[in-house]
C-alpha cells in the first residue's frame, strides 16, 4: 500500500520562475494539503485540496496556487519565485477535508532558489 | 503564522529517562494532534485528542489536553535513540480544517 509520494525530491530554480510540485496521495486518501516548511520552523499550511476544489487557504500569496485532478493527486504552482521560497515543500493526504483526520505527508520536495 | 509554541525548543536526555514537550495554542479547537518528524523527512502522526478528551495513551505516548489553558503535554516514557526527531503540536484554527503547526520541540536520545 503506497504512501504518499511527492515529486521530485530536490529542485534549484532561479528567482522570477515558476514552478510545479507533485504529489499521489495514499491509496483511499480524497483530501490533499500543502505545507511549506523553512529550515527550523514548522510547517506553515498553504492550502487544501477537495473534490477538486480548494477548500482552505492559509496565507500565502496568489503566487502560490493548485490544482487537484479526479485521482486525487495535486500539483502545487508557484509563479515568480522569490528567494524567500527556499523551503521543504510537503504534501499530506487525509481521508477527508475534516480536522480530525490524521495527516499522512510524504517525505517532502526540497525547493532552492538561487 | 504560528497557531502553537512547543516548549522546550530543544531537549538532550539519555536512553530510558522520559521526554515531556508541551505545547501552547491560541485560538478554541476540536483537536489536537501531535507529529514527529526525523531529519529531512515528512511528519509522522502520532496521536490525535479531542478538545473534550483530557487524556489518551499510545504505547509510551502519554498526551494531556488542557483546554482551558490552551496547553498540551507529550510525554514519551523510557526513550529510546531512536525517539530522536523534531515533535510538532497541530491544531484546528478557530475550529477550521485549516491544521496550524507550531514551532517544534528538537528531542535529541543519547544511547
Known amino acids: 500500500d503506497a504512501g504518499v509520494t511527492q515529486s521530485p525530491t530536490h529542485l534549484i530554480k532561479t528567482r522570477g520562475q515558476q514552478v510545479t510540485l507533485r504529489c499521489s496521495p495514499k491509496?483511499?486518501?480524497?483530501?490533499v494539503s500543502w505545507y511549506q516548511q523553512a529550515l527550523g520552523q514548522g510547517p506553515q499550511f498553504i492550502f487544501q485540496y477537495y473534490e477538486e476544489e480548494e477548500r482552505q487557504r492559509g496565507n500565502f500569496p496568489d503566487r502560490f496556487s493548485g490544482h487537484q485532478f479526479p485521482n486525487y493527486s495535486s500539483e502545487l504552482n508557484v509563479n515568480a519565485l522569490l528567494l524567500g521560497d527556499s523551503a521543504l515543500y510537503l504534501c499530506?493526504?487525509?481521508?477527508?477535508?475534516?480536522?480530525?483526520?490524521?495527516?499522512?505527508f510524504g517525505d517532502g520536495t526540497r525547493l532552492s532558489i538561487l | 503564522s504560528q497557531q502553537g509554541e512547543e516548549d522546550p525548543q530543544a531537549l538532550s536526555i539519555q536512553e530510558g529517562e522520559n521526554a515531556t514537550m508541551n505545547c501552547s495554542y491560541k485560538t478554541s479547537i476540536n483537536n489536537l494532534q501531535w507529529y514527529r518528524q526525523n531529519s529531512g523527512r515528512g511528519l509522522v502522526h502520532l496521536i490525535l485528542?479531542?478538545?473534550?478528551?483530557r487524556e489518551k495513551h499510545s504505547g509510551r505516548l502519554r498526551v494531556t489536553l488542557d483546554t482551558s489553558k490552551k496547553s498540551s503535554s507529550l510525554l514519551i516514557t523510557a526513550s529510546r535513540a531512536a525517539d530522536t526527531a523534531s515533535y510538532f503540536c497541530a491544531t484546528d484554527e478557530n475550529n477550521t480544517d485549516k491544521l496550524i503547526f507550531g514551532t517544534g520541540t528538537r528531542l535529541q536520545v543519547f544511547p
Open positions: 499530506a493526504s487525509s481521508l477527508s477535508s475534516a480536522s480530525n483526520q490524521p495527516q499522512h
Open positions: 491509496s483511499g486518501h480524497d483530501t
Open positions: 485528542i479531542r478538545s473534550n478528551e
